[in-house]
């Protein structure tokens, strides 16, 4: 289906979210729209997909000029998005999730049974189509975001779609799911759906997309077919072409972290960790398929979570059995993936968020001159667009990112993050590096995750590779390549070379 949308505008208080946008979408192609943080993205298909209305300007389907009032009247009309958060339930079956929005009707007529048994044959044949391992049958809050996301898919293709909006979706998903993914949207494409693909990832707008579009600020700023050069797009994202910078060595000899004999067992894994020291100031990136125990390490790591058996040392001091209480002050800090359910609270404001940081642990008055204060410092240092009483769920998603990063306490000793940038554009990626890397400079030493390779290469001292609770010993990351480390985490170890096929560290055991 041919996509058009012409004076696209939409207003959001004195914020011009989308500003007189023009978008046109081939049938049979794949769609890039890039653009940094706040570039009015995820507004302009939310427009298209009936989750906002837009102000002012026409959607054209088909050269059809067409209402999307809601979500429902979108996927009538053959369009359907694919959230960063999957819009799912997850109490309830795969098959019950695949079942949703298929209209009453169907499941009211004879028996109930008919249409679940026709549903899970259809479901079996769309995941084989797309080479999409789904267990019809589990419950669906134990399956990953990418797991969730191939579901979501199915679903969509059976409601009828012909367009389809992925959202930023190789966030939070591993390699093989996002190769997948890859997969399955070209083999959309070339049986002649629309696609629409909004990334800040220039790469994979490179090796996915037929032509990009690019937004700044609310407004188309350029338009390519591709391939293009990366520095080209740059340019167009930003206005200009950016420099990365390259990690300093910022490790001491002096061991922050240690852990000895470290056991934590859950339902689904066991995590062993024999032995293991990390230095003060050093970077540490923790690798692997998500779900394979580097949650685990960090939870202990910052008091969230007790190990079942094990010792933990931090700067010197035995924190065994200490509250999470006695964590903090011991200048440990967690930054969560989940940033809408474990970093911030809905309903509150920035400013909000700042006072309860502040009065953590302590029974003291607010302040809340003050707190506008350092609210305002922390919005203007951190780039956020958004004021000290702007609610957190209506910023974007990568504002809500440098909120919780402007949250982090400072100083601190040890730095615990799940994907430090996610959502992140790359000039804000960049950014929020260098204030990390200052950060190693002064003694705090960081353990981090990342489904980017890139990322956990270019600024980790050193590696782990974490393989269903197996965790490798510690690899400079200067003996490593990110294809190397893929093969790692793939489960492919080399004798020679790395020298790492003794995992080093202990043997977990599901
Ligand atoms: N519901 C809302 N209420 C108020 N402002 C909003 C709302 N949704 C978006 N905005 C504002 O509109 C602007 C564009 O946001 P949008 O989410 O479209 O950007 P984006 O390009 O998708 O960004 P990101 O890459 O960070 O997700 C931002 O300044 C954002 O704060």
New binding site residues.
Partial sequence: MKIELQNITKR??N?L?NDDVFLTVEAGTIHGIL?E???????LVKILSGFIRHDRGTILLNGKPTEVKTPAAAIRAGIGMLHQDPLDFPTLSVLDNFMIGREEGKAKTSSVVLPKKLAKKELKTLAFEFNFYLDVNEILGNLTIGERQQLEILRLLSLGVKTLIFDEPTTGISALQKDALFAAMRKLADSGKSLIFVS?KLEDVGVLCDRVTV?RQGKVVGKAKLPCPENRLVEMMFGRELATPNKPKTASAEIALQLDNIIVKTERLTLQIDELNIKSGEVIGLAGLEGNGQKLLLLICAGLLSPTSGNIMINGQDMSKKTYQNYLKAGVGFLPADRQKEGLVNGLTIQDHVALRQSLGKRAFVNWKEILTVSKDKISLFNI??KADTKVE??????QQRTQLALLPMPLKLLLMEHPTR?L?IESTIWVWQQLIARCQTGTTILFTSSDLDEIVQYSDRILVFSGGNVSAPIDTKELTVNKLGQMIGGKFEDGGLGTRDWGLGTGEE
């Avoid at 943080?37 to 507004?43: H, I, L, Q, R, V």
């Avoid at 209506?394 to 504002?399: A, E, I």
């Fill in positions: 959001f208080g914020v979210a653009g943080n706040g570039a009015g993205k995820s507004t800040h937004m667009r958004g209506s910023l974007s998603g990568g504002n959502g554009d």
